[in-house]
């Protein structure tokens, strides 16, 4: 499998409409390049721009969506489409959707995990409760994004839910760039089952991105890396790896904690 992690910078001086367009054309651009290509988090209006949330919010079925669709349709990819700010029902989500080479959603993703402790997103945007997979041809992909790589129990739970691969859009900050490449490392070890995290470049509300979109397979092997600003990460993935480390280094098998049933403790 043939998968592009495109990271994109963005800039504050760049509208949001214009910024869709130019990211609809480097997702075509991938047509021949890619089976499955993944876009950062919050590409639209910037991670930490969270002044901007809610004037560029917009329901699921909005201009992102439809932008990226198109895109997935002509270049005939699986296109995990990043996030946007999601408006429902009167709150904001951070939402992830994955989207068929027919253009067709094939599911989306509330962040579970809100970043901020009592500002910005953590307060901002209400929580997702639902852990989501996709099947595709060859592969299960488990979803997270950003935060999300922090909280390794969503992660067992990817795993146990069929997840083969795990992609994780993010916004990550230049100042934590050794936890982003540390913590890819470890979910893709501890769970034997790649990791293909993309992350944003550029400068949102003065918070300077990390860059560095890493790819790593399931024995935690980095299989490519990108540097700090816009470009397209290229990587071919085999899916029979996954089988085969875990075969070969059966760990998940002697899992205890939060698998075997509770015993109650005698009087």
């Given at each position: 499998m043939r998968a592009s992690l495109i990271q994109?910078?963005?800039?504050?001086?760049e509208p949001v409409d214009a910024r869709r367009a130019r990211v609809a054309e480097l997702v075509r651009a991938e047509s021949g390049h890619a089976d499955l290509v993944v876009l950062p988090e919050l590409w639209t209006v910037g991670a930490f721009a969270s002044d901007l949330f809610a004037a560029e919010s917009e329901p699921l079925n909005g201009p992102t969506h439809a932008a990226m669709a198109a895109a997935a349709r002509d270049a005939g990819v699986w296109l995990h489409a990043g996030s946007f700010v999601e408006a429902e029902g009167g709150a904001l989500y951070n939402t992830s959707l994955v989207l068929s080479p027919d253009g067709e959603l094939a599911a989306s993703y509330r962040k579970i995990h809100r970043f901020g402790f009592d500002k910005g997103e953590a307060v901002m945007m209400a929580a997702g409760e639902d852990l989501v997979t996709v099947d595709l041809p060859h592969l299960t992909l488990g979803v997270g994004t950003c935060y999300d790589l922090r909280?390794?129990?969503?992660?067992?739970?990817?795993?146990?839910?069929?997840?083969q691969a795990f992609v994780l859009p993010a916004g990550w900050p230049a100042a934590r760039l050794a936890h982003w490449t540390l913590l890819a490392r470890a979910r893709a070890v501890e769970n034997q089952a790649y990791v293909l995290a993309c992350g944003t470049a550029g400068t949102h509300a003065g918070v300077e991105q990390a860059g560095h979109s890493v790819v790593v397979d399931p024995w935690g092997e980095v299989l490519a890396e990108a540097g700090p600003g816009e470009e397209t990460l290229r990587v071919v993935l085999d899916p029979q790896k996954v089988t085969t480390v875990r075969d070969q280094f059966p760990a998940l098998k002697d899992r205890v904690l939060g698998v075997a049933t509770p015993r109650r403790a005698r009087a």
């Amino acid at each position: 499998m043939r998968a592009s992690l495109i990271q994109i910078a963005v800039d504050p001086d760049e509208p949001v409409d214009a910024r869709r367009a130019r990211v609809a054309e480097l997702v075509r651009a991938e047509s021949g390049h890619a089976d499955l290509v993944v876009l950062p988090e919050l590409w639209t209006v910037g991670a930490f721009a969270s002044d901007l949330f809610a004037a560029e919010s917009e329901p699921l079925n909005g201009p992102t969506h439809a932008a990226m669709a198109a895109a997935a349709r002509d270049a005939g990819v699986w296109l995990h489409a990043g996030s946007f700010v999601e408006a429902e029902g009167g709150a904001l989500y951070n939402t992830s959707l994955v989207l068929s080479p027919d253009g067709e959603l094939a599911a989306s993703y509330r962040k579970i995990h809100r970043f901020g402790f009592d500002k910005g997103e953590a307060v901002m945007m209400a929580a997702g409760e639902d852990l989501v997979t996709v099947d595709l041809p060859h592969l299960t992909l488990g979803v997270g994004t950003c935060y999300d790589l922090r909280f390794p129990e969503l992660f067992r739970g990817l795993v146990d839910a069929g997840a083969q691969a795990f992609v994780l859009p993010a916004g990550w900050p230049a100042a934590r760039l050794a936890h982003w490449t540390l913590l890819a490392r470890a979910r893709a070890v501890e769970n034997q089952a790649y990791v293909l995290a993309c992350g944003t470049a550029g400068t949102h509300a003065g918070v300077e991105q990390a860059g560095h979109s890493v790819v790593v397979d399931p024995w935690g092997e980095v299989l490519a890396e990108a540097g700090p600003g816009e470009e397209t990460l290229r990587v071919v993935l085999d899916p029979q790896k996954v089988t085969t480390v875990r075969d070969q280094f059966p760990a998940l098998k002697d899992r205890v904690l939060g698998v075997a049933t509770p015993r109650r403790a005698r009087a």
